[in-house]
């Protein structure tokens, strides 16, 4: 992206959010990078301005269009270093944080960065968070040099990491859309507007490497296949009809497609057990899982999944819809489709690889997924040496699934670390 | 380093319960004393409101601009007749009920409803002036404005102080429907036939009753409100 560029559209994946921005509820979700000293906010003030140039993709602002969205160049400095909240990632508002669509916060020795998700994804701010952490750790007196998740923040941004991959790698004659049958969702009593519980299980991350790898699965086919597990679990014992409960699990496409956008550019896969087919076991889920990631996770199914999902910004009749409609209709789809269709989402960011200088000021890094409107409890997970985090964002007081997940992995034989912030 | 003995995870040091099942943390090794830093901040910052005001300001320009093209209208063209008034009248109750709460700073209830019964009070006595009649508007209109505006200030001093869950405000709801249906057609049936029958409202009652057996055995199934607050929600 050229550095003067003053405005750009939003990526295919981003056009859905703003539409179904609400007083109550936005997509926003959080990476966290946790240092091994106190957080001075003066010096990450600093550090934050020094690194916001080098990310003009993020240095935005959304405005309406007659018929879309759009990104325009943010004449404000930075967004406020705030003290963190207690009830992180809650709703966004445009006109907010000097309009910033991130907002950046600080707890003894934590730096959090809150994403609106229009704005890019897990990839993007797990960029972005490193850059700040390494800026904030320069402008402390430590040597960091760049590489890996952290940039040179000398140089321009790249015009690849500004690109909108989805319409670059479209193009496939098949299409293939994403199921919206309802499915099974847990219940609770729902926490108050705009709080939310998380619980983060810490984890070693050699230990649940070599369980998943002697089941002969990955860690995100291993994670995914217990929550979804726990999900089938809970209906079970809750003696009701039985649905189909089926686990959202997003994919960065980067890899697949060689792309090193910034930008939002991943696609979700959701798998699927249906309880009338009868008893499952747990090895049979993690079979499931593994075997349906396995086989759908190929260049040209994920081109035709991005090909289905851009032939609605490329119609004729969307494109000349205006965007007050669009919003309406948006809002609709979702309130019918959105999360009716999962029961639970897993999002494994996988490793974050930063400079070796500067893993001695690092602990862990944490993914937190956005609250759901109906998923209780929606998790991020991300490595980072030999730490895996796993973070559970639930809109319902109970904690019954979170207690069920890492019990599991107790069970197991992996130790998990919970930090929470239930009092 | 502390363990939950209910579920055997570790615990964060400034943890005092479990994170997962409550069970409180008793560490005779722990330092009693020594403040740990929490993982997560206690401050919970909720976000500022719309600004109501200001989008109430703008609607009411909208309201404003047609109810003066109406009534310059009237004045030059139609200068015998007052049919404006008509169109200002019940623009005006549509702002003082609809609009209006959204320009106070601070909702007062109990204000609320006397303005509103108010407004509405005027808006019926406006037709009732116009036209000329006698006598309904004494005898019958005003008393039902005034009962409704009881039957709502009651129900939103008690929401306000009991803060009920969906299913009884739905229950509280349609019980004043049935309740003040009936005293609506009986009032009615007073000032024409002089007599408080009822027929119609027997029709609404049952209607009511109907629904609020079905909310009360919402109410007390756990699951089926669930379900209900899943399916619905906003």
């Known amino acids: ?9 939003l990526d295919n994946a981003a056009k859905i959010f703003p539409g179904q921005n609400t007083s109550r509820w936005s997509n926003i979700f959080r990476f966290t990078v946790i240092l091994n000293q106190k957080i001075q906010p003066s010096v990450l003030e600093q550090a934050l301005k020094d690194v916001l140039p080098r990310f003009p993709f993020y240095d935005v602002k959304i405005r309406r269009g007659l018929f879309w969205y759009y990104f325009e160049k943010n004449p404000s400095p930075a967004p406020p270093v705030n003290p963190d909240i207690g009830n992180p990632c809650h709703r966004v508002r445009f006109s907010e944080n000097n309009r910033f669509l991130f907002r950046v916060y600080y ?13 890019t994804d897990g990839r993007g701010a797990s960029v972005f968070a490193c850059t700040l952490a390494a800026q904030y750790l320069r402008l402390c007196g430590y040597d960091i040099p760049c590489g890996e998740s952290v940039l040179d923040i000398s140089m321009p941004a790249k015009k690849e990491e500004a690109e909108d991959s989805f319409l670059k790698n479209a193009g496939s004659k098949a299409k293939i859309r994403r199921s919206g049958k309802r499915v099974y969702h847990a219940v609770g009593t729902k926490m108050p507007a705009h709080l939310v519980n998380v619980t983060t299980g810490i984890i070693p991350l050699n230990t649940i490497h070599e369980k998943a790898s002697s089941m002969g699965v990955t860690i995100t086919e291993f994670i995914a296949a217990l929550l979804l597990y726990v999900h089938y679990e809970k209906q079970k014992a809750e003696k009701r009809r039985q649905r189909q409960v089926s686990v959202q699990i997003p994919v960065s496409l980067r890899k697949t497609f060689g792309s090193q956008t910034l930008r939002n550019y991943s696609l979700s896969y959701q798998v699927r057990i249906d309880p009338n087919m009868g008893d499952y076991t747990f090895e049979e889920v993690l079979k499931q899982v593994s075997l349906y990631l396995r086989y759908i996770n190929n260049e040209k199914t994920l081109r035709a999944m991005t090909t289905a999902n851009l032939k609605f910004e490329q119609s004729y009749l969307m494109r000349l819809m205006p965007l007050f409609l669009k919003d309406l209709g948006v809002g609709i789809m979702f309130f019918l489709t959105g999360e009716q269709s999962t029961s639970a989402l897993c999002s494994n960011l996988g490793l974050v690889r930063i400079p070796e200088p500067m893993q001695r000021y690092v602990e862990r890094v944490d993914l937190m997924a956005g609250p759901g409107k109906l998923n209780g409890a929606r998790c991020g997970a991300v490595g980072y040496n030999n730490v895996f ?7 319902y007081r109970e904690s019954d699934i979170e207690r069920a997940f890492f019990t599991s992995l107790i069970k197991m034989g992996i130790p998990v670390k919970i930090e929470s912030n239930r009092m | ?14 943890a005092k319960k479990c994170a997962l099942c409550s069970a409180p943390v008793i560490n005779p090794y722990k330092e009693q004393n020594k403040e740990y830093p929490l993982p997560y901040s206690d401050k919970v910052v909720l976000p500022p409101k719309v600004r109501r005001r200001y989008a109430a300001f703008i609607i009411s320009m909208i309201i404003i601009i047609p109810n003066i093209i109406c009534l310059l209208t009237n004045l030059i063209f139609f200068s015998g007749t007052l049919w404006a008034l008509y169109v200002n009248s019940t623009s005006t109750v549509f702002w003082v009920i609809f609009i209006s709460p959204f320009l106070w ?17 005027l808006y019926i006595y406006f037709f009732y002036y116009i036209n000329s009649q006698k006598g309904w508007f004494w005898s019958f ?3 039902a404005v005034l009962i409704l505006a009881g039957f709502a200030g ?3 001093e008690w929401i306000k102080r009991r803060r009920p869950d969906w299913p009884k405000v739905l229950i509280a709801v349609f019980s004043q429907i049935c309740l ?31 629904i609020i057996g079905f909310f009360v055995a919402v109410q007390k199934n756990r699951h089926l409100r669930a379900w209900l607050s899943r399916k619905f929600f906003v």
């Open chain 1, 1 to 9: 992206m050229q550095q003067n560029k003053t405005w750009f559209k």
């Open chain 2, 154 to 156: 009651v129900f939103i």
């Open chain 1, 107 to 119: 707890h003894e020795s934590k730096i959090a960065v809150e994403f609106y998700h229009a704005l």
């Open chain 2, 105 to 121: 700073k601070k909702t007062v209830s109990w204000l609320l409803v006397i303005i509103d019964s108010v407004a509405v009070s």
């Open chain 2, 180 to 210: 003040y249906s009936i005293i609506f057609e009986a009032m009615l049936q007073t000032y024409l036939k002089g007599a408080p029958y009822i027929s119609v409202s027997l029709i609404i009652a049952v209607s009511c009753l109907v």
């Open chain 1, 389 to 395: 985090s796993i973070t559970f964002a639930n809109i």
């Open chain 2, 141 to 143: 209109a005003l008393p």
């Open chain 2, 1 to 14: 380093m502390s363990y939950c003995v209910n579920c055997g995870v570790e615990l964060d040091s400034s």
